[in-house]
């Protein structure tokens, strides 16, 4: 665990230099702070000089400073780090640091001089307590030798544009580097006010993995928090979009608006629209996309939202539940998921992986077999006209009686989802007399039926509708609409995944789905070690 929530890193090499020197520089900052880490940026400044040091107006925003951020964002997006390099002084930041940050290599002159410039930058220009511990970063944060001091393909007069008002949108889910790259850019084009479009809605209705976008408030949030940290001088309008233009089309103030090579269409969509409205069209400023060199083979090239959410599959999204009546063996899982989510797929991947293996709808036939313990109380209640000509139940029947009918469904399921739970518990005593560290309750109807209390943890399958739809039609022979209207019946990925300790998705290939599965199986195992341990 690192010691520090939150820090401050000062940065005083030559811009052309920080491209080289940015992922040693994080790495060694990386092992110091959990939490946000700002970056302020000084080139040339000598901490250990008299007077004491002040802060500087921030470096000229051209292509020199751009490509700084893009080296620095793109060396914490590989660690995963939350870094904000500041672009002005100005407030308080969000989370205050709690420890100052330099590299030796920059800092010429005795510690305690450095140490004592570096506590009073920060004062200064952030507010921060003047006691702060203040530490040089060793030979991890990289050597200057051979740097450039200027980057030859950098123009050291060139200068980004400038514009009143400035535009941008997207989903903003998990805000990475690529992100923190964008709305930098953004903040550096803007003289008075940033507009930011956040997608809501049917916006995100075909994105990768929807369910597990954050909510909307909390992207917002984020949001705003980075854009308040990284340049306070700037007025910030956040706003929801639930149509691709949203204001952009209909604000007079806007000056520029700022795409990828991937929108810029969308951005000449934008402009057309504003012609149509007697606005003038916007500066469309394009910036490169930041390339993830560790994407998987299922995931984007670029370093984007949807790749986040691939590597959350199989991971814990939430804690387990903590209770002090429910036995610590065996470490009971319910996997639970819509028609056509794989769920019986991810099961048998389980079983072939060690656990004990319960398969809930077949105690729901079980109980309900001629002489099964529900038999005759459901025979009763919906009459003998459920019965083939042996006395068994026809289940088509049955389900069409039930099936829209709130009521009647509720009669059954008040009689079948007692007596398999009870079968559920004694096939629990079992896998324990059996030894079984680990077992699977595989249960369509977990969440509904209150099971959540019989397990440890939740895990659920999840598929787009549309994917599951199809898988149903092929399965099950139903035509489109019957098999929509039955996945619409049943409660929904985002309700199952609200409640889920882990979330998988069997939507790519049969490999892909048996790597989550072992991934989420060996991280259990972490679990469970330290559960165990003494």
């Known amino acids: 665990m690192s010691p520090f929530g939150s820090g401050l890193l000062v940065l005083t090499?030559?811009?052309?230099?920080?491209?080289?020197?940015?992922?040693?520089?994080?790495?060694?900052?990386?092992?110091?702070?959990?939490g946000p880490l700002y970056v302020h940026l000084q080139p040339g400044l000598r901490l250990a000089a008299a007077p004491l040091p002040r802060p500087a107006a921030p470096p000229p925003a051209g292509p020199a400073l751009l490509r700084a951020l893009a080296a620095l964002y793109a060396a914490a997006a590989r660690r995963g780090m939350d870094l904000r390099v500041l672009l002005g002084p100005g407030r308080r930041l969000a989370r205050p640091p709690r420890v100052l940050l330099l590299p030796a290599n920059e800092a010429p002159g005795p510690?305690?001089?450095?140490?004592?410039?570096?506590?009073?930058?920060?004062?200064?220009a952030y507010g921060c307590a003047p006691d702060l511990p203040a530490l040089l970063l060793g030979d991890a944060a990289g050597d200057l030798d051979g740097d450039p001091e200027e980057d030859p393909e950098c123009d050291p007069?060139?200068?980004?544009?400038?514009?009143?008002?400035?535009?941008?949108?997207?989903?903003?889910?998990?805000?990475?580097?690529?992100?923190?790259?964008?709305?930098?850019?953004?903040?550096?084009?803007?003289?008075?006010?940033l507009l930011a479009g956040v997608a809501d809605g049917d916006l995100l209705r075909h994105k990768v993995l929807m369910e597990l976008i954050e909510p909307y408030e909390l992207r917002v949030a984020k949001l705003r928090e980075f854009l308040e940290d990284v340049k306070p001088s700037l007025r910030y309008d956040i706003v929801r979009l639930i149509d691709p233009y949203g204001p952009s089309v209909t604000d007079p103030d806007l000056q520029c608006l700022v795409v990828s090579q991937e929108t810029r269409r969308g951005g000449e969509a934008v402009n057309k629209q504003r012609l149509e409205n007697g606005l003038p069209a916007l500066a469309l400023y394009e910036i490169l996309l930041m390339q993830d060199p560790d994407?998987?083979?299922?995931?984007?090239?670029?370093?984007?939202?949807?790749s986040l959410r691939h590597r959350l599959l199989?991971?814990?999204?939430?804690?387990?539940?903590?209770?002090?009546?429910?036995?610590?063996?065996?470490?009971?899982?319910?996997?639970?998921?819509?028609?056509?989510?794989?769920?019986?797929s991810i099961a048998r991947l389980l079983g072939c992986l060690g656990a004990f293996l319960i398969d809930a709808d077949k105690l729901g036939h079980a109980v309900c077999v001629p002489g099964g313990p529900a038999y005759k109380q459901v025979v009763a209640t919906f009459g003998a006209e459920i019965l083939c000509e042996d006395g068994t139940i026809n289940r088509k029947v049955l389900g069409a009686k039930v099936f829209g009918n709130e009521e009647r469904l509720k009669s059954l399921t008040d009689i079948v989802w007692p007596e398999i739970a009870r079968m559920v518990k004694e096939q629990i005593r079992e896998a324990e007399a059996q030894g079984k560290a680990v077992c699977v309750l595989d249960a369509a109807v977990l969440l509904e039926a209150g099971w959540q209390d019989m397990v440890h943890e939740v895990w659920t399958a999840i598929i787009p509708e549309d994917e599951a739809v199809r898988r149903v039609m092929e399965r099950d022979g139903l035509s489109e609409e019957a098999a929509r209207s039955r996945l619409r019946s049943q409660m929904s990925n985002g309700q199952r995944v609200e409640q889920a300790q882990v979330v998988l998705c069997t939507l790519w290939e049969p490999d892909v789905t048996r790597k989550q599965v072992e991934k989420a199986w060996q991280l259990l195992q972490q679990r469970l070690a330290h559960v165990h341990s003494p």
């Open 13 to 34: 090499a030559p811009l052309g230099a920080l491209p080289r020197r940015a992922a040693a520089a994080l790495a060694a900052a990386a092992g110091l702070v959990s």
């Open 111 to 124: 510690p305690g001089p450095v140490q004592l410039g570096l506590q009073n930058l920060a004062a200064a």
């Open 157 to 193: 007069d060139a200068a980004l544009p400038n514009f009143s008002g400035v535009v941008v949108g997207g989903t903003f889910d998990r805000l990475h580097g690529a992100h923190r790259l964008l709305l930098s850019t953004c903040c550096l084009l803007a003289r008075d006010r």
């Open 295 to 306: 994407h998987s083979e299922n995931e984007e090239e670029k370093i984007s939202s949807s």
């Open 314 to 344: 199989g991971t814990l999204l939430r804690p387990p539940r903590q209770d002090p009546a429910l036995p610590s063996r065996p470490y009971v899982i319910g996997l639970t998921g819509g028609t056509g989510s794989g769920k019986t």
